[in-house]
Structure formats: C-alpha cells, structure tokens
C-alpha cells in the first residue's frame, strides 16, 4: 500500500505519520502548520492564564505518551514538506501529492480541505476525525463531551472526506479504553493511539478492496472554534474534580450501548 498522509506539526500528529510509516509504503508526509490561538478567547488575564496552563498540560502529556515521535521518520527518498495553514490546497502541492501515486490519502489535522485536492483523490481520501461523528463535529469535539460530561462520547471517527465538515461515509469508529484516574489529556492521547490503529486497519481494507462504509445519520452538535472558553475549560476540570469518571464507569455498558458505532474491518 502506497500512501502519503496530510497532517499537522503537533506531537500527535508526527505519531500517527510514524505509525502509518511502520505500517506501511509512506511516501510522502504534508504538514500543515497550525493557527489557532486559544488564548484569544480570555477575557481577562485569569482566563489568558487558565486557558494557558490547560494547553501547556496537553502538550506535556502528549510529549511524554509520544515520546519517540519529535520528527517524522520517513524512509527510501519519501519526502516531509512542511506547509503554511491551508497549504494542502495549493494546486503545486496537489501536483507534488499526485506525482508519487498514492494508494490512499491518509489525514489527520489539518485545516478544511477543498478543491482541488478533492477532485484529485476523490475515493481515496480517509480522515481521522478527532470526535465520533455524528454526535459531535466540528472542532474541539473530544474536549466538549468531557465539558458536557458525556465521557462516552469521546473518541474517534475514520470517514472518507467529502466537501462537508466531518460527514463523510464513516468506515469505523474508536474509542479511548477510559480507566479510573484518567484525566482528559490521558484520554485525548489515548483516543489517538486508538485512532491510529483503526486507520491503518481501514486503510489496508480499502486499498485491498473490502472496506464498506456506512452513511452519516442526522442529530448530533457541532461545535465551532468560536464557541470554545476559560469558563468551558473550567467545566471540563469541574467535571473531573466531581467524579464524572467514576460516574461514567460504574455505568458504562449502560451508557455505551446506546451508542451506534461502526467496527472496523477485522484484520486479515
């Protein structure tokens, strides 16, 4: 199997692009550079401050669960380009993508992607998308269900991308084995690991021909940028303070069955 993947500059994101290079023939690896600024929705240096410090625990915590992931690693001439935000659109990086036939389009993290980059793979792209779709799209989606203390929800969606935002046909969802004692950065880095495994696992079933897909349903939320706060991040750690773990877990196979979820393809 042959494949690039468009990514970010994040810890997480040079994780996953190792995992696939492990996994796989990875020829080329496009990184877009980042660009939202949390701290520009504080109202007040507290705020700043608080909104600050959850972000700097991420990091740390993604630093010591991706310990071995600073750079990608990628082998046999296959290249790393790193590109401004939206850079993945261009048409000349579009072209370099084409040039080196990839099987299947693999992405993680980067921003909105448009024509003419879905044009040019259509079929072929598999995102990752950090939330289970349809219940939560858009962005923050792992963060909003700890604030709205619906831990179950937390988890990841692999979907072919379409022009929408996170509605593609899902070929199968992952979750975070949630434990006693975890705290959100814990959960969000355990989703990805999981999120990981379930992509490769989709993506050798569709290069081999076998991945089936189910179609969005409606309902759900979407959150925006915009809608994210200090006093979002104050619940989120509220929650974790008033045993919204424990709570989840003394009910989870309750909880968890009125999820809808779609299973990955069975290794082969």
């Known amino acids: 199997m042959r494949a690039i993947v468009l990514t970010s500059t994040f810890r997480r994101h040079t994780f996953v692009a190792n995992a696939v290079a492990r996994a796989c023939d990875l020829v080329g690896v496009w990184q877009e550079e980042k660009t939202f600024r949390p701290e520009q ?3 007040d240096a507290e705020d700043e401050h608080l909104i600050q410090r959850h972000f700097a625990a991420r990091d740390a915590s993604e630093a010591a669960y991706f310990a071995a992931d600073d750079d990608v690693r990628l082998e046999g001439g296959a290249e790393c380009r790193v590109v401004s935000a939206g850079g993945c659109n261009d048409p000349a990086e579009v072209a370099r993508m084409a040039a ?3 099987d299947v389009v693999l992405v993680f993290g980067t921003g909105i992607l448009r024509e003419p980059l879905l044009s040019a793979f259509a079929g072929r792209l ?9 219940y939560y799209r858009g962005a923050g ?3 909003w269900p700890l604030v709205n203390r619906e831990p179950e929800y937390v988890g990841a969606t692999i979907h072919y991308l379409d022009a929408g935002i996170d509605t593609g046909p899902i070929l199968a969802h992952a979750r975070p084995l949630i434990e006693p004692g975890d705290g959100p950065h814990d959960i969000g880095n355990k989703t ?3 999120a990981a495994q379930a992509l490769l696992r989709v993506a050798d079933a569709h290069v081999a021909g076998s991945a089936h897909s189910v179609p969005q349903w409606s309902g759900g939320r979407l959150y925006q940028r915009k809608h994210f706060s200090a006093d979002a991040v104050r619940a989120l750690y509220r929650n974790f303070d008033t045993a919204m773990i424990d709570e989840y ?3 989870r196979a309750s909880r968890d069955a009125a999820l809808r979820l779609v299973q990955p393809e069975p290794v082969r």
């Not at 598999?126 to 349809?134: D, K, R, V, W």
Request: no cysteine.
């Open 249 to 251: 877990l003394a009910a």
């Open 41 to 43: 929705y504080a109202h």
């Open 141 to 143: 989606t792992n963060f």
């Open 100 to 102: 080196v036939r990839p």
């Open 126 to 134: 598999i995102n990752i998308h950090l939330g289970l779709s349809p």
């Open 192 to 194: 990805i690991v999981a």
